[in-house]
């Protein structure tokens, strides 16, 4: 089975200051991870993936993770916070082939303040 | 560019009661999953289609049934519906050969 730990289920930074997301997964096949992003009331937005190519992977709105297997982690980071990245993120996890389920994990709310 | 499209956005019903939330993927998207989400909860998977067929099934009730058309939209039927079924069902979509999942906005269910 495959499960995703996210770290801290609340994360606050300064505007400007480096955002860091902590995903940890357990896998016994190679897996695909993803970040999502879920803004209030709304649908989840894909921010990144990796599917075993070039271990750091970039994303939209200047996100980008580290896929670290020897540390089984896909951190999300990001250099300087803005206001507008207040949200609730999802790391998930999958197989690899078609229609794999994702196993997401318990998210992480950022908060960004002045 | 086109999203999955749900609907509808909003529904209200009472318990023991049925409701049918549809999906309808991006187009030329094959492959379609349901997704269960209660208030500060995780997405949990409930059960996807692949090519009309059912492809995987997770943590769903047996009052829940689901099914994917010839036109590839996607149908979640859930009858004598339970207080506890009350959450944020969103659909998702992805297309032939590509393992990213894209979600539409969800179906609100709110049972009374």
């Known amino acids: 089975a495959q499960s995703v730990t996210q770290l801290g289920s609340h994360v606050s930074v300064s505007e400007g200051a480096l955002v860091l997301l902590r995903c940890n997964y357990s896998s016994s096949v190679p897996p695909y991870l993803f970040w999502y992003v879920q803004y209030p009331n709304q649908g989840l937005q894909l921010l990144l993936k990796y599917t075993s190519a070039a271990t750091l992977v970039k994303g939209i709105n200047g996100f980008e993770a580290e896929f670290k297997k020897s540390e089984t982690s896909f951190h999300l980071t990001k250099p300087s916070a803005h206001m507008s990245d207040a949200a609730e993120y999802f790391c998930a996890v999958s197989n690899t082939g078609t229609a794999s389920k994702l196993t997401f994990g318990t998210g992480t709310r950022l908060q960004v303040t002045l | 560019a086109a999203g999955v499209i749900q609907s509808p956005r909003h529904l209200i019903k009472e318990k023991r009661e049925t409701a049918t939330l549809k999906c309808y993927p991006i187009p030329r998207h094959d492959t379609v999953y349901w997704y269960q989400q209660g208030p500060g909860q995780d997405p949990q998977f409930l059960i996807s289609f692949y090519e009309k067929m059912q492809s995987d099934k997770g943590s769903i009730p047996d009052r829940f049934s689901a099914q994917q058309f010839s036109d590839y939209h996607s149908e979640l039927n859930m009858s004598s519906l339970e207080l506890g079924d009350s959450a944020l069902y969103f659909c998702?979509?992805?297309?032939?050969?590509?393992?990213?999942?894209?979600f539409g906005p969800g179906t609100r269910l709110t049972v009374l």
């Open positions: 998702a979509s992805s297309p032939p050969g590509v393992d990213t999942q894209y």
